[in-house]
């Protein structure tokens, strides 16, 4: 049996086959089974094949999860953001589910006099990833610095370097699958279970590291962002059976390192109205995929500080047997509140599973406390 790549969100890739003595040739499944062996069934696929990360649409509005260096990359002096992401609601019954929550700080390094406003940054990031009947999922807690360097006396640009360290749990409950053996002959699936299941929970450290470049003209109001990062450089184990199999004849499963670019701008277009190109590219063992589009930033106030922001997204991807399609579209609409941000965006997959269409929610919320206006390190959107 093989689970279809288009099954699968960005992204898991598929090595080898999981074969497990879980049922004898000759069991037949019930069909009170089979709301819970299908979700179970391609869990033990899922345990052999390689995880890969979650990602955001709006990822400039969960920037710790794409780039460490991006901690502190905002106008204030503290940022508080949080992210929620619904995907395929309406083709699965337990749909995948993703929480990002971060808190990050910034301060002036040097002296107040300097003509080098150096910055120094610490942040941060809870984020939880949820899918399926079995609730499989991943929780990771880190923490990250950044230091903001100066270039010139004039600080139009700036290179942050940035480090993060975290520890990830992966989680199922097996409380939600039953096996034929459970059958009482009567009631129903009471009876406890022959099977050898792992332990339903591990840990392991994760660590990334990233650069950002911004050059922020003050004669101009055109800005440039560009950055790069590599997470899990280390390649963690991410099996569950292989730490419970001491003879090592299940695989070892190792996350392999992403390897992300970032690229924006910020281009005056008209009075009030500003067009922001965005492009985020993502590489993970043999998956590619590239969000590129951009944002149109209008002002709405004379008075005060009210933006809306309209954009689109095209996300071509890179499949786990080299082949190339165009995955989603993305439709971005956020609004700006003097240091309040709120953005919404929907992905509209193009194809289909299960005979429903694919369809991805988001919502982002950030506040920056002790707002400034003076300096542009990171694109809000």
């Given at each position: 049996m093989k689970i279809s790549a288009k099954l699968l969100p960005f992204g898991y890739s598929m090595k080898n086959s999981l074969h497990l003595p879980l049922f004898h040739s000759k069991t037949l499944i019930s069909m009170s089974m089979r709301k819970y062996f299908y979700p179970f069934l391609c869990f033990l696929f899922l345990l052999d094949l390689q995880a890969q990360d979650q990602?955001?649409?709006?990822?400039?509005?969960?920037?710790?999860?794409?780039?460490?260096?991006?901690?502190?990359?905002?106008?204030?002096?503290?940022?508080?953001?949080?992210?929620?992401?619904?995907?395929?609601?309406?083709?699965?019954?337990?749909?995948?589910?993703?929480?990002?929550?971060?808190?990050?700080?910034?301060?002036?390094?040097?002296?107040e006099r300097s003509r080098y406003h150096d910055h120094a940054a610490v942040g941060v990031m809870f984020m939880q990833d949820k899918a399926g009947a079995i609730n499989f999922s991943s929780t990771r807690i880190?923490?990250?610095?950044?230091?903001?360097?100066?270039?010139?006396?004039?600080?139009?640009?700036?290179?942050?370097?940035?480090?993060?360290?975290?520890?990830?749990?992966?989680?199922?409950?097996?409380?939600?699958?039953?096996f034929e053996d459970q059958f009482n002959g009567t009631t129903g699936y009471s009876d406890p279970t022959g099977e050898r299941l792992p332990e339903n929970n591990f840990s392991f450290g994760d660590y990334s590291v990233g650069l950002n470049y911004v050059?922020?003209?003050?004669?101009?109001?055109?800005?440039?962002?560009?950055?790069?990062?590599?997470?899990?450089?280390?390649?963690?184990?991410?099996?569950?059976?292989?730490?419970?199999?001491?003879?090592?004849t299940v695989p070892?499963?190792?996350?392999?390192?992403?390897?992300?670019?970032?690229?924006?701008?910020?281009?005056?277009?008209?009075?009030?109205?500003n067009f922001l190109p965005r492009a985020i590219f993502d590489k993970q063992d043999n998956h590619m995929k590239l969000d590129v589009g951009g944002n149109f930033r209008m002002g709405l106030s004379d008075y005060r500080t009210v933006s809306l922001h309209l954009g689109s997204y095209l996300r071509p991807v890179r499949d786990?047997?080299?082949?190339?399609?165009?995955?989603?579209?993305?439709?971005?609409?956020?609004?700006?509140?003097?240091?309040?941000?709120?953005?919404?965006?929907?992905?509209?997959?193009l194809g289909k599973t299960a005979g429903f269409k694919r369809g991805t929610f988001e919502m982002s919320v950030a506040y920056l406390g002790d707002y400034e206006d003076d300096l542009i390190l990171c694109p809000k959107f």
């Open positions: 990602l955001f649409s709006q990822f400039y509005s969960a920037p710790l999860t794409s780039n460490p260096a991006l901690t502190g990359a905002f106008e204030g002096k503290f940022r508080v953001s949080s992210i929620y992401r619904d995907q395929w609601r309406k083709a699965l019954e337990d749909p995948y589910q993703t929480f990002a929550s971060a808190l990050d700080l910034r301060w002036r390094m040097g002296k880190a923490v990250s610095g950044a230091y903001h360097k100066a270039l010139d006396i004039n600080n139009t640009q700036f290179l942050s370097l940035g480090f993060q360290a975290g520890v990830v749990q992966r989680n199922v409950n097996f409380g939600n699958v039953t050059f922020s003209p003050k004669a101009s109001k055109i800005r440039l962002f560009a950055g790069g990062a590599i997470h899990h450089f280390h390649k963690p184990t991410v099996s569950f059976y292989h730490r419970a199999d001491k003879d090592a070892n499963s190792k996350l392999a390192p992403r390897y992300s670019a970032q690229l924006s701008a910020q281009v005056p277009i008209a009075d009030k109205i786990f047997d080299n082949s190339y399609r165009l995955d989603a579209v993305v439709a971005l609409v956020g609004i700006e509140i003097n240091n309040v941000l709120i953005g919404t965006s929907y992905d509209i997959f």
